[in-house]
């Protein structure tokens, strides 16, 4: 929720949101401005779901009231049968695409109701929607655990974890997280360097870089092409959403980042 202090402008809050897996966002109340990569944002649709992203998400907020629901992979091929690079890089209005028809529900939400009650509704629906596993779970479960193996640092090394051949692990990543499992290591590391600056600002650059970096140049080249500018423009800007967040879900959920959450294993 952005709200404006009392007897201050409502100025509107921009930040730039590192690349995750999928989102879901309710509008309640208020604008929401997005864009994923290069473009300037534009208004979301008042039920959104963003797909994986390998790109850093610019939004802009007004006083707004939303709710944000993360999914993991595994939620993903519990809750649709499309292929998570179907998604990638994208956001997607839930009410136009017939494939998500039944997140609908959540629109019925009503700004009026308690947090409570908004937060129960929400709840509600999504443990009816995934109570049933896929086919795959194990196998996604696996891949997402081995991607957050900081000693996983080829596709060569991940099939072998996987017991898949290169190119199958091609089509499964693919399939499973939405881009191809180079580009998937190349994002756990470089968010597994963010995250620390998030929760640590003080910190420089050099000291935050995880051990598969040869050096910092290869970092800065990933952090622009995973953020659209370099670490130093991106330290220099508030980061008033981010900020905040990254230290909330460390304190709940262990890591700063949605990326880096591991997934329970299926119980056998």
């Known amino acids: ?8 402008a409502a100025e509107p809050i921009r930040d730039w949101l590192h690349p995750e897996w999928f989102n879901l966002r309710i509008v309640l109340e208020g604008e929401l401005s ?7 944002p534009v208004n979301v649709p008042r039920l959104v779901m963003t797909g994986p992203t390998s790109h850093a998400a610019e ?19 519990r809750l649709s049968g499309k292929s998570a ?11 136009a695409d017939p494939d998500l028809r039944h997140l609908t529900p959540l629109i019925e939400i009503s700004r009026g109701n308690s947090t409570v009650a908004q937060r129960d509704a929400i709840f509600t629906l999504f443990a009816k929607l995934l109570a049933k596993p896929s086919k795959r779970e194990a196998e996604i479960v696996e891949a997402q655990r081995a ?12 099939a072998e974890k996987l017991a898949m051949t290169t190119r199958t692990l091609e089509r499964f990543a693919l399939d499973v997280f939405g ?28 000291e935050t870089l995880d051990r598969q970096y040869y050096d910092q140049a290869q970092f800065t080249r990933d952090f622009k092409r995973f953020m659209g500018m370099g670490p130093r423009e ?13 230290k909330a879900r460390q304190a709940v959920a262990g890591e700063a980042v949605q990326v880096l959450h591991r997934p329970a294993r299926p119980a056998s």
Do not use: N
């Open 1 to 8: 929720m952005v709200e404006p202090q009392p007897g201050s």
């Open 234 to 246: 991106y330290a220099r800007l508030p980061h008033p959403v981010l900020g905040a967040a990254a």
């Open 85 to 95: 690079a179907d998604y990638a890089d994208r956001m997607c209005d839930v009410e």
């Open 59 to 77: 939004f802009v907020a007004p006083p707004c009231h939303t709710w944000g629901v993360g999914i993991l992979p595994a939620g993903w091929a």
């Open 34 to 40: 997005a864009s994923i990569g290069p473009g300037a």
């Open 147 to 158: 991607l957050l193996d900081p000693s996983c640092a080829t596709v060569a090394h991940l």
């Open 179 to 206: 881009f191809p499992p180079q580009l998937l290591i190349r994002r756990q590391r470089f968010l597994r360097s963010l995250a620390q600056f998030m929760l640590d600002p003080s910190m420089h650059w050099i």
